[in-house]
């Protein structure tokens, strides 16, 4: 069975740093693209970051792209985003998700989803 | 780069039809999909590559395109169905996924 776990998330004050994780079961993180995802309180969902399972491709959203880093170990299998220089606006319930097609070259919709986990930037 | 519009909110009678309509510049040429995400969940993948269904999602969850605009439609509406909508695309062009702003479905 396929489950995804964050975990990391909790109370920064602005300009700090949260390194959250993603504990994947059921496939290999190596084999799949892998995803974040964040949605701030009552907002949409906005994309953040993608790995593909070779990190050979890694994109990141213009809003965290030179802040946020994202990575994998295979041998924990798991994915992780550093953040840094956080802001207020980085306030929000963060998700991993897996795409849908195994070691494609193009990104892929995501079907699997952890809970989330989130982060509140405050002073 | 890629701005895709939706309504924030459609009401339908349990039993009818819900329309979700998804449009942005070059929509056409892009596979669209789609999520829904109740409150207090995590999203669910409803429709990929414009119609396909992911399994475990009831048929009675279509997806279509037309032009600069998507469609999701939920026939048979039910009270469980009650959620925010999202449609997706990749932009290529930038390397980035864009979600539209959600629709928030109200089943009356």
């Known amino acids: 069975e396929v489950q995804l776990v964050e975990s990391g998330g909790g109370l920064v004050k602005p300009g700090g740093s949260l390194r959250l994780s993603c504990a994947a079961s059921g496939f290999s993180v190596t084999t799949y693209r892998m995803n974040w995802v964040r949605q701030a309180p009552g907002q949409g969902l906005e994309w953040v970051s993608s790995?593909?399972?070779?990190?050979?491709?890694?994109y990141y959203a213009d809003s965290v792209k030179g802040r946020f880093t994202i990575s994998r170990d295979g041998a924990k299998n798991s994915l992780f985003l550093q953040m840094n220089s956080l802001r207020a606006e980085d306030t929000a319930v963060y998700y991993c998700?897996?795409?849908?097609?195994?070691?494609?070259?193009?990104?892929?919709?995501?079907?699997?989803w952890g809970q989330g986990t989130l982060v509140t930037v405050s002073s | 780069s890629s701005v895709l519009t939706q309504p924030p909110s459609v009401s339908v009678a349990p039993g009818k039809t819900a329309n979700f309509s998804c449009g942005g510049n070059n929509i056409g040429s892009r596979s669209v999909h789609w999520y829904q995400q109740k409150a207090g969940q995590a999203p669910v993948l409803v429709i990929y590559y414009d119609r396909d269904r992911p399994s475990g999602i009831p048929e009675r969850i279509s997806g279509s395109g037309s032009g600069e605009t998507a469609t999701l439609t939920i026939s048979r509406v039910e009270a469980g169905d009650e959620a925010d909508y999202y449609c997706?695309?990749?932009?290529?062009?930038?390397?980035?996924?864009?979600f539209g702003g959600g629709t928030k479905l109200t089943v009356l």
């Open positions: 997706q695309v990749w932009d290529s062009t930038r390397g980035h996924w864009v």
């Open positions: 998700a897996r795409d849908i097609v195994m070691n494609y070259r193009n990104p892929s919709p995501f079907d699997f």
């Open positions: 790995m593909s399972g070779s990190r050979a491709s890694i």
